[in-house]
């Protein structure tokens, strides 16, 4: 078998997993921005509506999560919504590119049922695929994707380490 | 840590806003045992499938996968589902909203921004994802044009290219 083409991966590390169940529009956008107020990055998004409300599922740091935690607690206690759910430590795993196609996210969801792993969840991006899976799942996972994915011979996604800051103040010059 | 880049932007500038119509949503409900036949009859499928976008979650022991493609392949989605004995939840007309910028996906607030853009226009999306340095709306077409507004508050193109 032809091993599919990538041209890149990495990993984000010590993320949380929030998932909340059948909230309303405007109770997710409260909490969204109760978050933003707290300066709370969501590095994964994914919202879906349905017939009963939205089902959402969102990555932050783990560091940030009590926070976070405490704030989505207070609005499905103040409006009686379903408290939210958490996971963690999961792992964020990048893949780039999708290149337009179904292959990539397709073949990554056959290539981890394969080794009997399944992601919390997946998103895609423009350009890119990511993947949220339980921390302690990142060994298995690369070996597993690194046989379906030309990759050089023991390569491992790189972490990301990066740190963008966002200032209430304009620098001038 | 390496700290690359410092923003505070209002509106906050994209690469461009526009809203791509003639798409398919479909939401798939399955068992991990059908995931993994579907999953493997879509990774094998010659030409392969087109996407707008595809996710997944899980709740309990069924994956909610949602996929949007262009209406054209979406019967080719439906086949495959059909054939790994996966059944179709919810099938919708589609337009899509990209917002993509620098950063995206290290910055806070954007999706708090893009929430806020969707609830002042009155629309209720299909779905919002944020991935990397995308947010990606699905929405009803017909909520399109008033999406692009009430994100135009809060996201601005290069030249106000908003469209």
Not at chain 2, 46 to 66: F, K, R, T
Request: one cysteine or more; proline letters at 7%; charged letters at 15%.
């Amino acid at each position: 078998m032809t091993r599919l083409r990538i041209t890149g991966w990495k990993h984000r590390r010590e993320l949380s997993l929030l998932a909340l169940k059948d909230w309303p529009w405007a109770g997710v956008n409260t909490l969204a921005g109760a978050l933003a107020q707290a300066h709370i990055n969501l590095p994964f998004l994914l919202m879906q509506g349905g017939k009963d409300g939205v089902w959402v599922r969102l990555c932050l740091e783990q560091g940030k999560r009590p926070q976070a935690q405490a704030l989505a607690v207070e609005l499905a206690q103040a409006h009686g919504w379903r408290e939210p759910l958490v996971r963690e430590p999961v792992i964020a795993l990048t893949f780039y590119p999708l290149a337009g196609g179904m292959t990539l996210p397709a073949e990554a969801l056959a290539c981890l049922a394969g080794a009997g792993l399944h992601p919390l969840a997946l998103g895609t991006s423009l350009a890119a695929m990511t993947v949220i899976l339980p921390e302690e799942m990142l060994p298995a996972a690369v070996e597993a994707l690194g046989s379906r994915f030309d990759l050089p011979e023991g390569a491992s996604p790189p972490e990301e380490r990066v740190s963008v800051v966002q200032s209430p103040v304009k620098r001038k010059g | 840590m390496e700290t690359v880049a410092v923003y505070f932007e209002k509106p906050v500038r994209t690469y461009g806003i526009k809203a791509r119509l003639g798409n398919i949503a479909l939401s798939l409900e399955c068992t991990a045992d059908q995931l993994t036949g579907l999953t493997a009859t879509l990774a094998a499928l010659e030409p392969p499938l087109q996407l707008v976008s595809c996710s997944l979650m899980w709740e309990g022991d069924l994956a909610l996968l949602q996929v949007c493609l262009p209406q054209d392949q979406a019967p080719r989605l439906e086949e495959a589902a059909a054939r790994t004995g996966v059944g179709t939840a919810q099938c919708s007309q589609a337009g899509v909203v990209n917002l993509q910028g620098p950063h995206f996906g290290d910055r806070w607030g954007l999706a708090s921004e893009a929430l806020c853009g969707m609830e002042s226009a009155g629309v209720e999306p299909l779905s919002i994802l944020g991935v990397t340095h995308t947010i990606q709306v699905t929405l009803a077409p017909e909520s399109s044009g008033a999406a692009l507004e009430g994100l135009g508050r809060g996201f601005c193109a290069p030249g106000g290219d908003n469209g």
